[in-house]
């Protein structure tokens, strides 16, 4: 344990009386500049203490502080479903879904309403109304930052891109066309297709292109644990694009969640369709939408119900299928446009051998010649490392056995 420094000592004055007077006069000077010297030491040390005395209180109070929220009991987050004439409240827990009869003080008896969330103690009984946010996994789904994506970036779907951009784009920029002609605009744009044709990347140009707030999810992330919470997150995303519009929301492998109903009686499937009809409201209730466009995308839209694709809700369902030949030579020289590729390389010849590819295979076409270059330690990509890729690619099985594409 350090000590503290000690105290200097007072300087002592000691007079010859033999001395003269400009000695004595020396002397007296020079006890002057030690007083001086100790009284500035003296001096540090306390604003050293002070300093010193500041933290330690605000640590004494920061403990008392830790040590009351210790000793105060937790909270729970609850819903208000009813006020009775007889000044009770029917709330729900959250998590559990138990629905209790409380009474609630006569301070916050006028402040609640129905559909208040509030804090509730372990006898239920309610200590605050909280406010009313956003889930912050709704929040956190909003696209703050637009993707690196353009529709000249997109190739072999051009009628697909006019179709979305009419769909989507033009209802919230030019408004005005629907109303001369005297018709509304889709309600939603459904893209379907094989995997990798470029349907998520439609979107992302949305979100680049649009001025539109742009807020996505997957399917799967609308699937929650508990009961309820899906069918709440689902309104909380359609809130926060209200709170946005014009906002597009986007719904990536909606068959998660939009999956043809059954008579499954499982707690899962119960909770999956419970979220499916908060979905199909929100999409087409009583309520109007606003400026809110959805689009939403999958490559399974036999497994999708048949709800979900009625007009008023996907007005439009545009198919997205692999690039025709004109498709993949566009394409490859999109994906190859940053990479060195020898002048005798003809993209409309290659283009006609990847029948069946999509836009993703042609980019993995594409990289993978590239590597085959840098193996060779060569900077030009020839067309003999494209076959070799084409090869690599198009055999059911990698060097390693895994499975990987089969055409």
Same mark, same amino acid.
């Given at each position: 344990m350090s000590r503290s420094p000690s105290i200097p000592d007072r300087p002592r004055l000691d007079l010859d009386p033999e001395m003269s007077p400009a000695e004595r006069l020396s *002397?007296?000077?020079?006890? %002057?500049?030690?007083?001086? =010297?100790?009284? *500035?030491?003296? *001096?540090?040390?306390?604003?050293?203490?002070? /300093?010193?005395?500041?933290?330690?209180?605000? #640590?004494?109070?920061?403990?008392k502080e830790r040590n009351e929220a210790l000793k105060t009991a937790a909270l729970y987050i609850a819903t208000v479903e009813e006020l009775t004439d007889d000044g009770n409240v029917v709330i729900k827990q959250h998590g559990n879904n138990q629905e209790?009869?409380? !009474?609630?003080? +006569?301070?916050l008896e006028d402040k609640l309403e129905s559909g208040d969330r509030v804090a509730i103690n372990e006898s239920f009984g309610i200590q605050q109304v909280l406010d009313d946010e956003t889930d912050a996994r709704a929040q956190a789904m909003e696209v703050s930052e637009s993707p690196d994506v353009i529709y000249d970036d997109i190739g072999g779907i051009d009628d697909q891109i006019t179709e979305v951009r009419e769909a989507v784009e033009?209802?919230?920029?030019?408004?005005?066309?629907?109303?001369?002609?005297?018709?509304?605009? +889709?309600? &939603? $744009?459904?893209?379907?297709?094989? +995997?990798?044709?470029?349907?998520?990347?439609?979107? #992302?140009? $949305?979100?680049?292109?649009?001025?539109?707030?742009?807020?996505?999810?997957?399917?799967? !992330?609308?699937?929650? #644990? %508990?009961?309820?919470?899906?069918?709440?997150?689902?309104?909380?995303? %359609?809130?926060?694009?209200? *709170?946005?519009?014009?906002?597009? $929301?986007?719904?990536?492998?909606?068959?998660? $969640?939009?999956?043809?109903?059954? /008579? =499954?009686?499982?707690?899962? /499937?119960?909770?999956?369709?419970?979220?499916?009809?908060?979905?199909? =409201? !929100?999409?087409?209730?009583?309520?109007?939408?606003? !400026?809110?466009? @959805?689009?939403?995308?999958?490559?399974?839209?036999?497994?999708?119900?048949?709800?979900? @694709?009625? +007009? &008023?809700?996907? /007005?439009?369902?545009?198919?997205?299928?692999?690039?025709?030949?004109?498709?993949?030579?566009?394409?490859?020289?999109?994906? =190859?446009?940053?990479?060195n590729v020898a002048t005798d390389v003809d993209f409309a010849d290659l283009a006609a051998d990847l029948d069946g590819y999509s836009g993703a295979d042609i980019e993995s076409l594409v990289t993978e010649a590239g590597m085959f270059a840098i193996r060779d330690d060569r900077t030009t990509v020839t067309r003999e490392d494209i076959d070799d890729a084409h090869e690599k690619l198009d055999s059911n099985e990698t060097d390693d056995g895994v499975v990987r594409y089969r055409h």
């Open positions: *002397e007296l000077r020079k006890h %002057f500049k030690r007083l001086l =010297s100790v009284n *500035e030491e003296l *001096e540090t040390r306390l604003d050293e203490a002070t /300093d010193q005395r500041s933290e330690l209180h605000e #640590k004494v109070n920061h403990l209790v009869l409380t !009474e609630v003080s +006569p301070e033009d209802p919230i920029e030019n408004p005005e066309q629907f109303d001369t002609v005297g018709i509304e605009p +889709p309600s &939603g $744009v459904l893209l379907h297709g094989p +995997p990798g044709t470029g349907k998520t990347m439609l979107a #992302k140009a $949305v979100a680049n292109e649009s001025d539109a707030t742009f807020i996505k999810m997957t399917g799967s !992330e609308l699937v929650q #644990k %508990f009961i309820g919470e899906g069918a709440r997150l689902v309104r909380d995303l %359609f809130s926060l694009a209200a *709170e946005r519009e014009p906002a597009v $929301v986007f719904i990536d492998e909606i068959d998660a $969640v939009a999956s043809k109903r059954t /008579d =499954s009686k499982t707690s899962g /499937d119960a909770e999956v369709q419970r979220t499916m009809m908060q979905l199909l =409201s !929100e999409m087409d209730g009583f309520d109007e939408r606003g !400026e809110i466009q @959805l689009m939403a995308a999958t490559n399974r839209f036999d497994m999708l119900d048949e709800a979900l @694709l009625r +007009p &008023g809700r996907f /007005d439009r369902l545009i198919e997205v299928p692999k690039p025709n030949a004109e498709g993949r030579e566009r394409i490859l020289d999109i994906h =190859s446009e940053e990479i």
